[in-house]
């Protein structure tokens, strides 16, 4: 008994061996490729310098594997397929958030058994039987949410019976706000964002069969993001916020465009969605100066409520964020999972703007092309870019009427609306908008009707496809590529030594250390040091491969004129 026991408390003593995630693994060989000693690798890492040189001496294999990022490990058991599943799983969870959605198990199930599918059908040899073969379990399900620490975007499945009931119980603390507070239609707002692939033609024409006989040649899914606001009374917009993947295109350096001439505000990033930093600089730049001065010009009070959604680009504390001279203005957020059935934006107005965006392009092919010996397809590949869409969104988003603005506060404060017999004019309105759309499109030689231009519309906000989720997953790996101008990019290469950028290194590498140590949720420190390590780090990165490379380049030259 006494052996037994004694066995019992050996066990419990030794301690657990802590796994090396693939991420990790892949960190280390690229210190050691960048000139990091194995000793101070070791040391940086906590582990033995024999444990490194294992690790070193298998890199090729490491390498291969395509681990999704926050994954522990890539089991031997599980095919790759299955990796890259995840992978693509977690893009998808992720536009889902920065959207401000939340999803359920069941529909993370759904979306992974559609993405093994898909990718399972592409891959040579397997058959039907394999692509059945996953099921996306329960167990599948736990242990995918401890590799990637998605706890949090995971919704429960009993709150989605709730929802009307909570809009309902909104709906009537609002309508108490605005009687208490004595809030006119003039001094409340509603913002909302929403994606556009401002290059997309409807499937069936023949540019958009071209575009996809054409490998590589995807500039329909050229996406931007956009945050449109406006006021309850439907007479004052606020200059929208534009967010695309490149900073300087190559369009505003040929036309010499002043960013801050836009009647947008332009921003960027890898992925083209607004952030939390992104959306602070638009409320103190733009939202609250435009508001203060539109207020003052009308002789109305100083006192205006934001209402929004709750997505992660919409900090809790706004307020808190306000400069001082803005802190008149009040924040107020939809619960979660009601803003499709109250937000002013989501009823009609977005959709509305995307249909007038649609109009005015195929008036721009038709007006550019009519008399001249200028081609649709010509234009659309050679003279239509970005600084041209900046114009169209600007008409389309004018072209928004104070009617309709302000009808579609009527499910939220029906009490605003002016006329309640509006809302039947708004919907013939947007009947004929569609039919001009196709009349315009037959003009061109165009073939499309009603339902065409109703996907065109819809795929603005569709769901991404596997495809798309991959082309997705390479742009943000690809993202200093697009955003540093040639001409930029040497400039900073000429100002930087090599030790500088090495000594930059090793701060980053004790800053990520320190992070990783004491941050409550390491999951979201992992993420937020690829991302950084993916959009900032890789630049730097590429520029001591190129110097390596010359020198190496330079060396051989040297050989060779010395024989």
């Not at 081609?375 to 869409?389: A, D, M, Q, S």
């Not at 947007?430 to 065109?456: F, H, P, R, T």
Request: a neutral charge; one cysteine or more.
């Amino acid at each position: 008994m006494a052996s037994t026991k004694k066995k019992k408390v050996k066990r419990e003593g030794i301690k657990k061996k802590e796994m090396i995630t693939v991420e990790v693994k892949k960190e280390i060989i690229e210190k050691y490729e960048r000139g990091m000693r194995v000793a101070d690798i070791a040391r940086c890492y906590s582990k033995s310098t024999s444990t490194i040189c294992t690790i070193l001496k298998t890199k090729e294999k490491i390498r291969r594997l395509n681990a999704a990022k926050g994954v522990t490990r890539v089991s031997k058991q599980r095919p790759e397929v299955l990796e890259d599943v995840e992978k693509l799983l977690l893009v998808w969870i992720n536009e889902k958030q920065l959207a401000g959605d939340t999803v359920s198990k069941t529909f993370i199930c759904e979306k992974a058994k559609a993405l093994y599918t898909d990718l399972t059908s592409k891959l040579p040899g397997m058959s039907t039987e394999n692509e059945e073969g996953f099921k996306a379990s329960r167990g599948w399900f736990d242990n995918f949410k401890k590799r990637s620490g998605i706890h949090s975007v995971v919704r429960n499945e009993e709150s989605v019976s709730s929802d009307l009931t909570v809009a309902e119980i909104f709906t009537a603390e609002f309508k108490e706000l605005m009687v208490s507070e004595g809030y006119l239609p003039q001094q409340v707002f509603n913002c909302d964002e929403t994606g556009l692939f401002w290059k997309k033609m409807p499937k069936r024409t023949y540019i958009a069969a071209e575009e996809k006989a054409i490998p590589g040649h995807k500039p329909m899914k050229d996406r931007l993001t956009l945050l449109f606001c406006a006021n309850a009374s439907g007479d004052f917009k606020v200059k929208p916020l534009l967010v695309y993947y490149s900073e300087n295109p190559q369009a505003f350096r040929k036309c010499k465009i002043q960013k801050s001439q836009l009647n947008v505000m332009w921003r960027s990033n890898s992925r083209a969605w607004v952030t939390c930093i992104l959306f602070v600089e638009w409320i103190n730049e733009v939202f609250g100066p435009m508001v203060k001065k539109y207020l003052l010009e009308n002789n109305l009070p100083l006192q205006a409520l934001l209402l929004m959604d709750n997505a992660p680009a919409h900090p809790p504390g706004l307020e808190d964020d306000l400069l001082e001279e803005f802190k008149f203005i009040k924040v107020k957020f939809f619960p979660p999972n009601t803003t499709p059935l109250l937000q002013p934006m989501d009823q009609q107005v977005i959709l509305n703007f995307k249909k007038l965006y649609t109009k005015a392009l195929f008036q721009r092919c038709f007006e550019v092309t009519n008399g001249t010996n200028l081609t649709l397809r010509e234009f659309w590949k050679n003279h239509y870019n970005i600084v041209i869409c900046l114009k169209i969104i600007d008409k389309a988003w004018d072209g928004v009427t104070m009617k309709t603005l302000n009808t579609a506060w009527r499910k939220l404060w029906p009490d605003c609306v002016v006329g309640h017999d509006l809302e039947g004019l708004v919907h013939e309105q947007e009947l004929l908008l569609v039919d001009e759309i196709v009349s315009l499109g037959k003009i061109m030689g165009l073939e499309v009707n009603k339902d065409d231009i109703q996907e065109l519309l819809e795929e603005h906000s569709h769901e991404l496809t596997t495809n798309e989720l991959m082309d997705l997953h390479f742009a943000q790996q690809q993202e200093v590529l697009e955003e540093i101008s040639s001409e930029e990019e040497k400039t900073t290469e000429d100002s930087l030594t090599s030790n500088e950028i090495q000594e930059m290194f090793k701060m980053w590498e004790r800053l990520q250390s320190f992070v990783e140590k004491h941050h409550p949720n390491k999951a979201i420190a992992v993420r937020a040091i690829n991302l950084f390590n993916d959009n900032a780090m890789s630049h730097f990165c590429e520029i001591l491969k190129r110097r390596q490379k010359q020198l190496s380049l330079d060396r051989f030259l040297v050989k060779e004129e010395q024989y």
